[in-house]
């Protein structure tokens, strides 16, 4: 089991060799969910432009999601238009990884005076390390919380944020009792399984073990069973999760549970309501642990010219950097990847912000957002989808049934030597 814990990452902004004052190098970079950070691009690039005035970053149409970041990259390979930097999601950098598609790093922190690798998450270092060598710098890194409408809450007489599914199901009755038609939603379709990932670490068990998913276990089944509760108990809506945001900023979703990340920008679009984050629900009390959400800077540059690449290099480092990351912090609700930017540069921002200060506290939780192994982990991912899509629209009854369904779907979809 791992556990994280949080160091300390200084990072130094090296120079590139000397460059006449006309000679600009343009890098090419991609991220996914512009509608979170086309603000913390737009915040980091001034002071960027400023420390390196001869780069120029082009940046490409974004990816939609994690899904789509990795099948696009993947094509790319194949089709030879590579971006410099491209931004994963943590659980998709091994296969970029396998085929030779992501480059490691290891060079060029070799170049570093100060760098030090032990300045990140352990949990989400490790997720961008393989065979002993690092190939991404996290960028940012979430947890699931809870969304509450308080307004919505006290007015049904409910004065206690809920700590465990049990007790988000009565608090659901209650509101529906009070008039509430729409009293929740659990963000099932988020990218990447994450949320079942999150009831499977909530048990202490983890997702993934070697090459067997933990899909055929007793703490899958009560994962099956705990979303079906959720769903049957509170009566919800199969929203889409742009639905559900519009629906709690509006005022008309009392509560919502998914990823902190997208809390700077509730605070920006929402009514005028006493909204709060809690901590994320246990089964039986609170989680054992969480898994580490958010994306990581990887190189895939196919220049062979090394001004480009260490161009690429320096936006990699910059971004992931203490400046560069508490843009994270300050333009979403992802919290920065390394010590410079939480304890330095944001020293009392989250005491200012306590919608944002949830995950925080949910740090030593954080556990490996998990990828399935094989070149047929995106497939399982869809099945996984499917599974839980059929227990939100109610054609999945009997969750033993289910179990042993996604079990089967997805051993055949597993490599086997």
């Known amino acids: 089991m791992k556990h994280t814990l949080i160091g300390a990452l200084l990072l130094t902004t090296s120079t590139l060799p000397a460059l006449a004052q006309d000679d600009t190098i343009t890098i090419d970079f991609v991220y996914p969910y512009s509608s979170l950070f086309d603000v913390t691009y737009e915040a980091i690039m001034p002071a960027f432009k400023a420390a390196h005035p001869n780069i120029n970053i082009n940046i490409r149409a974004s990816y939609e999601e994690y ?6 990259i993947l094509r790319e390979a194949v089709s030879g238009n590579l971006p410099d930097v491209t931004m994963q999601g943590l659980n998709r950098q091994q296969i970029l990884v396998d085929r030779g598609i992501a480059q490691s790093l290891e060079p060029f922190i070799a170049k570093e005076a100060d760098f030090q690798k032990d300045g990140y998450h352990e949990a989400m270092l490790s997720l961008s390390t393989f065979g002993g060598e ?121 509560m919502m549970f998914t990823s902190t990340s997208n809390v700077g920008r509730m605070l920006t679009i929402k009514d005028d309501f006493d909204f709060v984050t809690g901590a994320y629900p246990g089964i039986d009390g609170q989680p054992a642990g969480l898994p580490a959400g958010g994306n990581a800077a990887v190189m895939t540059s196919t220049s062979e010219d090394p001004a480009v ?22 333009t979403t609700g992802y919290m920065p990847p390394n010590r410079a930017a939480n304890d330095l540069i944001l020293a009392d921002f989250y005491e200012q912000n306590p919608q944002k200060a949830t995950a925080v506290k949910q740090l030593p939780l954080l556990r490996d957002w998990q990828a399935y192994p094989g070149d047929n982990g995106l497939a399982i991912t869809q099945v996984i989808y499917d599974g839980l899509e059929r227990i939100v629209t109610g054609d999945a009854q009997d969750m033993k049934e289910l179990q042993q369904e996604l079990s089967e779907e997805i051993e055949d979809l597993m490599p086997h030597s």
């Not at 899904?67 to 696009?72: G, H, I, L, R, Y």
């Open 67 to 72: 899904e789509d970041a990795s099948n696009t």
């Open 309 to 330: 690449r260490d161009a690429a290099w320096q936006w990699l480092k910059f971004i992931t950097s203490g400046e560069g990351a508490a843009e994270v912090a300050r």
């Open 134 to 254: 690092v190939y991404g710098l996290p960028f940012s890194v979430s947890l699931p919380v809870g969304y509450y409408n308080m307004d919505l809450l006290k007015s049904a007489g409910v004065e206690t944020l809920p700590t465990t599914w049990d007790e988000v199901v009565q608090t659901c009755q209650t509101l529906k009792a009070s008039g509430s038609d729409n009293p929740i939603y659990w963000d099932w379709a988020i990218t990447g399984n994450w949320f079942f990932q999150a009831l499977m670490w909530t048990q202490d068990v983890a997702p993934v073990e070697g090459n067997h998913i933990n899909m055929d276990t007793p703490e899958a089944l009560k994962t099956l069973e705990t979303i079906k509760k959720i769903v049957d108990g509170c009566e919800m809506k199969n929203l889409s999760s742009d639905e559900a945001n519009s629906a709690f900023a509006a005022g008309d979703l009392p």
